[in-house]
């Protein structure tokens, strides 16, 4: 059966990077689209982006555009979103999701930006 | 971008009873041959959201049929027929795998 398996909390400070990876397995990798969905604490759910993993090719959401990358490792089955300039804002719980449908969702990774 | 709103923000419904959320699209939600790119989720705090309801009407496997979806073009309803206590939730509407409507909280009266 499917299974995604995201990395583990973050703690940033304001101005760095974080790198969130999502390993997937019970199907072929190539096959679904993946994207990413955040949500604040107390707050709904954010369309981050999403990616092809066959061509690597990713759309991004406005509010994302020049911050956020969205990469791959095809031969183990691993995305990677990866988000700069973090703020206090980007705080939130990021999801993994593998578009079927019905789309599969990861338990989520914490990113916590705080000085 | 296409956006999404539903209605209301917050329900009360007693237990047993019926509860029914909006989500409105500003687009058409048509893919292809009468099937429409919506998806209704559920969230329980702590957790992941949970697809209730693809293709706007296909129950998820091993969701109770009192979960119901209905519409097409840009409107939509979640119907749950019999509030039971586990269904105490954030639910959301989402387009194309992209996009999510603001969220309608249930809570028993």
């Known amino acids: 059966q499917v299974q995604v398996e995201q990395s583990g909390a973050e703690v940033k400070k304001p101005g760095a990077s974080v790198k969130v990876s999502c390993e997937a397995s019970g199907y072929t990798f190539s096959t679904y689209d993946i994207y990413w969905v955040r949500q604040a604490p107390g707050q709904g759910l954010e369309w981050v982006g999403c990616?092809?993993?066959?061509?690597?090719?990713?759309v991004y959401a406005q509010n994302f555009l020049g911050r956020v990358t969205m990469t791959r490792n095809t031969s183990i089955s691993t995305a990677y979103m990866e988000l700069r300039s973090l703020t206090s804002e980007d705080t939130a719980v990021y999801y993994c999701?593998?578009?079927?449908?019905?789309?599969?969702w990861g338990q989520g990774t914490l990113v916590t930006v705080s000085s | 971008d296409i956006v999404m709103t539903q209605s209301p923000d917050s329900l009360a419904v007693s237990l047993g009873e019926r509860a029914t959320i909006s989500c409105k699209s500003s687009?058409?939600?048509?893919?292809?041959?009468?099937?429409?790119?919506l998806t209704w989720y559920q969230q329980r705090p702590g957790q992941p959201p949970k697809p209730l309801i693809y293709w706007a009407s296909t129950r998820e496997s091993g969701v109770p049929d009192r979960f119901s979806g209905s519409g097409s073009g840009t409107d939509f309803t979640l119907t749950i027929s019999s509030l039971q206590p586990e269904d105490v939730a954030v639910y959301y509407c989402?387009?194309?795998?992209?996009?999510f409507g603001q969220g309608t909280r249930v809570e028993v009266k």
């Open positions: 687009q058409s939600l048509l893919y292809s041959s009468n099937k429409y790119f």
């Open positions: 989402q387009q194309f795998s992209r996009t």
């Open positions: 999701v593998i578009q079927m449908p019905p789309d599969f």
């Open positions: 990616m092809n993993p066959r061509s690597g090719a990713s």
